[in-house]
């Protein structure tokens, strides 16, 4: 079926790399094509530059960057779906939803994660709130769940109620590999969860015999199923695992992760090719680590690493006092980053463990080291590794971020524009009924 005119979106796809400034953009097309090369969003044919501060700091976090697009209100960081007053406002998936539409979100890490949750939840912190997300998702009835994040769906985490014998007895079909989620022809709504915390990154997929989907995978599931509905469909696909590699510095996984997002275009711009019924949105919540592709970054060395920095940080081992041991830190860098570092680099290496109180996230501060060490080795461009440890948000930065768009009410991104502005353009394209900072109560079915 057709859409109504040429100029009225039936359907709306907003895919967005988390993290992913004009740094991660560049050192995919780089790595994956050369000089002369072009990613699949960078065909798109409406370009714009998006700024993304936060309501209480001029850098964002993915919490208030995610709650701005989708909501078109400004809150402060760590704040998903909620004003700076901590009321609770309906996102753009809310106004679709409440428009008779099908809906769906998707995440590389957990679908509770701030991204996704932006979308179809309201909390006022993202560090305390992910049970609370996870029945939400429930709560809100969206068609269609994909990601990681399974371990906040268990009854240990829901006061004794199985969420996802919940979602079962509601109709859902229920995939937890890659294979389970291929054979879901027949459902009209899906829940898959693949991990119980964070998906893994495509590096080590591989070295791990992962048996999760990949982003075009699901992305495609999530179309088929969604576009089932006779009145067209909201989908948010995040390639969330890019941001989580800036954060470590590593620029082998930033180029991989930025490659499987871009997949995930490829696939969105061929399912809508031909239909002119479907309005597509690229973008990023905001830039981190100031990643850029500097002149001197070694292209080839980065390359040849096979595993990401989080996989070679589990590789290291321990002494009786929790010290790292140095022939261990000689050998990772050696086996998995082809980097042979001298007794002083390896005692740096364990120092700045020591000292590395980072503000946010202290469980990766060993990969992140593993990151910045390769970077500075290889002379990547990224922000020093004292930044991030002093920085609120582990690195973000404000660098304005792309915006690509095609299809019916894409010549509408142009020119800079705010995050809040994405969810007022995509509603207003597609005539769906949405006024920013309102809260509609859910009409039960």
């Known amino acids: 079926m057709q859409a109504e005119t040429k100029n009225t979106p039936k359907n709306v796809i907003l895919l967005i790399g988390d993290g992913m400034g004009l740094g991660a953009i560049e050192i995919a097309r780089q790595l994956e094509y050369g000089k002369t090369g072009a990613l699949h969003m960078e065909k798109l044919e409406h370009v714009a530059l998006m700024r993304t501060y936060s309501a209480n700091n001029y850098v964002t976090d993915s919490a208030a960057g995610g709650s701005a697009i989708a909501t078109g209100v400004k809150t402060n960081n760590e704040s998903i779906g909620v004003d700076v007053n901590g009321n609770e406002v309906d996102s753009v998936l809310d106004a679709f939803q409440n428009d008779g539409k099908k809906v769906g979100i998707i995440s590389t890490n957990m679908v509770v994660d701030a991204t996704p949750a932006a979308f179809g939840a309201s909390v006022p912190n993202r560090w305390t709130g992910s049970a609370h997300i996870a029945r939400q998702l429930f709560d809100n009835r969206i068609d269609v769940i994909l990601g990681g994040g399974a371990s906040y769906f268990g009854a240990d985490k829901q006061n004794g109620v199985d969420l996802i014998k919940k979602f079962k007895n509601a109709g859902y079909g229920i995939a937890t590999t890659k294979e389970e989620l291929s054979s879901m022809d027949k459902t009209k709504k899906l829940l898959g969860l693949f991990h119980p915390t964070y998906m893994n990154f495509k590096l080590d997929k591989e070295v791990l015999n992962s048996q999760e989907p990949s982003l075009p995978e699901m992305t495609a599931k999530a179309i088929q199923t969604l576009s089932k509905g006779d009145k067209g469909f909201f989908l948010m696909s995040e390639g969330a695992r890019i941001d ?201 079915e």
């Open 244 to 444: 989580s590699m800036e954060h470590a510095a590593d620029f082998t996984g930033i180029w991989k992760e930025t490659i499987e997002f871009d997949q995930t275009v490829k696939e969105v711009m061929n399912w809508a090719k031909n239909r002119n019924d479907t309005l597509i949105v690229v973008l990023a919540d905001h830039e981190t680590m100031g990643i850029s592709a500097s002149e001197t970054m070694d292209i080839a060395a980065l390359k040849k690493i096979p595993v990401s920095t989080e996989y070679m940080s589990k590789q290291l081992t321990f002494n009786g006092n929790n010290e790292i041991n140095p022939e261990s830190v000689a050998s990772v860098f050696k086996k998995h980053a082809h980097i042979s570092l001298t007794d002083q680099e390896v005692r740096q290496f364990i120092d700045n463990v020591r000292k590395n109180r980072t503000l946010v996230y202290p469980q990766h501060r060993i990969d992140w080291e593993i990151g910045s060490t390769i970077a500075r080795h290889h002379k990547a461009g990224v922000a020093d590794r004292s930044i991030r440890a002093a920085s609120s948000t582990g690195g973000h930065t404000a660098n304005m971020i792309p915006v690509f768009a095609a299809g019916p009410g894409s010549e509408n991104i142009d020119g800079v524009i705010e995050n809040t502005d994405i969810s007022k353009i995509i509603t207003k394209a597609a005539g769906v009924p949405f006024t920013p900072g309102e809260h509609k109560a859910k009409s039960e």
